[in-house]
């Protein structure tokens, strides 16, 4: 089956403490994305990567950090540095750089206690 | 910066009544897409906008894209429970820069 997959779906971490979120596509897309989202809020972008080996930061990346050693994985650190990291954190990727339809994976629910 | 504006926040309809919402950017868009997010679930392409005017159908769900590029709707004819969820659309600017601005979403309830 192809597609984005995002683990763990729900992760609970002490306040302080770095995590990563996985997030790995068998889609053979270029282009890889991080957002937040907030209860009734939108999708902010974190950060993207076009392409192998580069990344960019997008709206609100202070606090988070992102490599993208491999075409098929991009993951996301959010450090302590994050005031608030309690968040639905989506991947998505798509096909090019020029954003055509993007694909999103089930999601990570990051719990901050 | 660029920002997408999407209206309305909230709405709530009976079965069988219509629904649109409609999304707006100050500066032309070179195109939008629509997703779909199910309570608990994770956002899902629609569809894209491309030309100017330009208008898709989907069973139930009409999308429109204005002559100017600045604006789009999706209207939903004869709501059901399944349409239940949060609509999304994204706007691209430019094609260089490889990501779009979402906007803020309307989520639809549905009465039966």
């Known amino acids: 089956d192809g597609g984005i997959t995002q683990s763990p779906k729900y992760l609970f971490r002490k306040e302080g403490q770095n995590v990563t979120l996985s997030c790995e596509q068998n889609l053979n897309h270029d282009a890889m994305y991080w957002y937040r989202q907030d209860p009734g809020q939108g999708l902010r972008l974190i950060y993207y990567s076009q392409i192998v080996n580069d990344f960019q930061k997008g709206d609100i990346a202070e606090g988070y950090s992102v490599s993208r050693e491999k075409k098929e994985s991009f993951p996301l650190t959010v450090t302590s540095a994050q005031k608030n990291p309690t968040a639905f954190y989506l991947c998505?990727?798509?096909?090019?750089?020029?954003?055509?339809?993007?694909?999103f994976g089930q999601g990570t629910r990051l719990t901050v206690v | 910066g660029q920002q997408v504006m999407q209206i309305p926040q909230y709405q709530h309809v009976q079965e069988g009544e219509d629904f649109t919402t409609y999304c707006n950017s100050s500066t032309t868009l070179s195109n939008i897409q629509w997703y779909k997010q199910r309570p608990g679930g994770h956002p899902v392409f629609l569809i894209q906008l491309v030309k100017s005017g330009e208008v898709k159908k989907q069973k139930r769900l009409t999308f429109q894209f204005g002559e100017a590029k600045k604006n789009s709707s999706l209207h939903i004819t004869a709501t059901q429970t399944t349409d239940v969820g949060t609509y999304f659309c994204?706007?691209?600017?430019?094609?260089?820069?490889?990501?779009?601005?979402f906007g803020d979403g309307t989520t639809l309830t549905v009465k039966p």
């Open positions: 998505a990727s798509s096909p090019n750089r020029g954003w055509t339809e993007a694909f």
């Open positions: 994204a706007g691209l600017y430019n094609t260089n820069a490889g990501k779009s601005t």
